[in-house]
């Protein structure tokens, strides 16, 4: 890896800019192969041009550590136009330099070890009640049910609120995801269009929510009470504006990012059962233990399935960059003002890192293996300065949901369903994971 902030005299990288301003967008969106059929002709760097700005794609654990080790130096976070007016300029996701810095410091509490184990009974509660619905239905349609599951659970533990997804809330939130990752044409057809009306319902019913809670007794230890509560160091407390913006994007991150995980650790496990067996034979061990961090940590074996997951289908595919000062990657010119994208699925598909990188092996993530792999070569939550703060919220409900199922459920694909994967805005299957679904008989 190299970098220099003398970069004019390198080449730009390889690749097509395609059509005038709307360049390679359309291609972009629906091609889910678009990067890998560049890089297999490009190599690890190429070009193109993406809603009208010149673009670089970089693909490799090099490439990750020289992006993501270099935020607010070389790099800024941008997202796409959609995704940056859907989700609010005062946004952790959207914050940069010291300010970005102050509120990950604040944010981050709710993503302690003590506040993580403050979730667990409510997280074991909304899983049972889902498993005993799912029982009762066994033929299942399972996608959108995931859907409502990890929007329960957040919005229970982020904001208090008691299943959120049959509320208005829930509604609004659904249509305001759906835009997230679109062209920005403002009309009342377009995807982008609906999700902006939405997003105005749903920041509605968020201050709802808020201004309840201030006006309660006590403003309570979930997320929201967090922030309500939080002091930056100059003793001053969060804006209601902030606090709509922050709050929204976290029920986003917790929700959109975690169905996609559960729902391929649904449909890896179906499609793999010798692999769930071992994971039951992992669960005999702590069935009459409770669900606490430390008893969640020695389930080895299923962490290294989660592990593999992640890697097979990361739910986020990489980061957009805005590049603030010209620098140089293997040879080639990064010109400043142009975009980037570090790509995580990429990454993970990489053959010197997983060889025969489309078979699902949770043996990758042994800890022999995992000394033995490049730093940046396994990165489902991003890494640096802007790594994934719920990281250690997702790996949590995650584990509990799995555990959970494991125990007490049988689960098969159904045939005649379209498994392929639909990658916007995360990994699911086309047909929404059709199965059968029924509890086990019960273990000696
Ligand atoms: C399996 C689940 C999840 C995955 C794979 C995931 C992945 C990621 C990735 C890759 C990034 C970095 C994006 C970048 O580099 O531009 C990120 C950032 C972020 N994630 Fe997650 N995430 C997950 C769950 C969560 C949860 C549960 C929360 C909160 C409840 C959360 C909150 C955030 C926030 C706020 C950021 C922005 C951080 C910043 O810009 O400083 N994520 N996530």
Redesign the pocket.
Known sequence: MSATQTSANFPLPPGEYGLPFLGETLNFFSDPQFAQKRHDQYGAVFKTRLLGQRTIFLRGSEANQFVLTHENQFFQ?SWPPSTKMLLGKLS??LQTGDI?QQR?KLLAQAFMPRALTGYIPAMVDITQRYGQRWQSQENLTWYPELRNYTLDVACKL?TGLDQGSQTPLGQFFEVWCEGLFSIPFPFPWTRFGRAKVNRDRLLQEVEKIILQRQSDDTVGNDTLGLLIQAEDETGNRLSLEELKDQVL??LF??HE??TS?IASFCLLMGQHPQILEKVRDEQQAFLDQPMTLDTLKQMTYLDQVLREV?RLV???GG?FRTVLEPCEFNGYQIPKGWNLLYQ?GSTHQDQQLYPDPERFDPDRFSPAQVAERAKYGYI???GGI??????E??RLE?KIFAAHLARHYDWMLLPDQNLDLVTIPTPHPRDGLKVKFKPRPAQP
């Open positions: 976070v952790l996701a970005h990950r982020l994007l976290l991150a917790g990012t975690l995980a992640l990361p739910p986020v980061g995580i489902p939550f991003g802007r790594e994934c703060i719920g990281k919220f997702a995650m």
